[in-house]
C-alpha cells in the first residue's frame, strides 16, 4: 500500500520521465547516420620542396569521397623517405604527383648533395633533361647582364609545371628540376633561385 502511494505521489516525474526516454529513442531513431569519409594522407605542417618525408610529417585526414582525387596518397607508410617534388602547405593533401622520382633522392657522386633550383622558362626547360651537365645562369639585380651560378652540375630529374585545384594543394607554374651539387655550389644554387628564377646553358654532353 504504501508503494502505490509513493507511485501515485510521484506519477508526474515518472511520467516526465518516461517521456523524455521516449523522445530520446526517436531521435536517435531519425538522426541521420554520419557522413561517409575517406581517410587521405595529407601533410602536418608546411613542407618544403626537396625534403624527405617522415612519419611525423604526415596525418590522416577525412575527406567526403566526392572530393577525394582518384590517385590521392591513402597509405603513409608508402611515402615515408620519399622526396618531396613541390612544396606543401599545412593540410595539403598528397599525390603521387608530388613526390619526386626516387632516383632524384641519391646524389650522383659522393660528397654531393641533391639540389632544386626554379627554371626561367621554356627554353632552359629543355635543355635541362636528366643526365645533362648544366652550367646555370641568373640575372644581375640591376638587370645590366647575367652572373654564373654553378658549370657542370647534373640533372637528376625534371618536374614539369602543374595546376592546383586539389582540397590544400597549390599551383606551381615554374619547372623545377634537382640537380647533384658541391654543397658550397648549392647554397649558391638555392639563394639565387629564390631571388630569381635561373636559366640554363648546356655544351656538348
Known sequence: MRLRRGAWRWRHAIAALALAVAASVALGELRPPPPETTSVVAADSALPAGHVIEAGDLREQPLPPEAVPGDVVTDAESVIGRRLAVGLPDGAVLIPGMLAETALATPADEGEVVVTARLADDGSAELARAGARVTLVAPEPD????????????????????????IGGTERDFTQIYLSSPPDTATVIIGSSAWSPLSVIRGPD
Open 143 to 166: 638587370g645590366g647582364g647575367a652572373r654564373t651560378v654553378a658549370e657542370d652540375v647534373l640533372v637528376l630529374g625534371v618536374v614539369e609545371p602543374e595546376s592546383g585545384g586539389l
